[in-house]
């Protein structure tokens, strides 16, 4: 049987550096996903970032979770001003991949992102807007993975 193909950014292709968002890890059938708006060259790109983000998540079993890891670092007034991205993303993620969303992890949150959050406040559900958490401790991916993973095993102890 042939394996199902993988999405793959076109953009992306070219250089991954064009847009910020992959699967960085699978822990007991929990799919991590991580973003830093920053270390995207087309952080502005509205509709390759959304075709991005749909492409990926598409992939998600529906039976499976997922942690979406959002790194604030040097996220400025240039992002702020995309608020059309954010925008797209929050009705995206909203509407179509919400249900087996476990938690939005925001880590190094700036004056930006707070203001930024506001926004697109309104255009998520109220269930998104309650698994929103704002880490001012963490300031890499590897640390919220360590420090989740971690924290769970010593519950079932």
Sequence with gaps: MQKPMRYECPLCRLDQRNHS??????????????????????????????????????ELPKDNEWIWIFDSFDFGLKHCLEIDVGIGLAKLITKKFSKNLKKIIIINP???ISVTYKTLSLFLSNSVKNIIEFNYEYKSSKEVLNNLFSLKNDKKR
């Design 110 to 112: 700036s004056f930006y």
């Design 21 to 58: 968002f992959k699967k960085i890890s699978v822990r007991e059938n929990i799919h991590i996903y991580y973003t830093c708006p920053s270390e995207a060259k087309l952080y502005n790109d509205k509709e390759g970032i959304l075709k991005h983000y749909n492409g990926m998540l598409n």
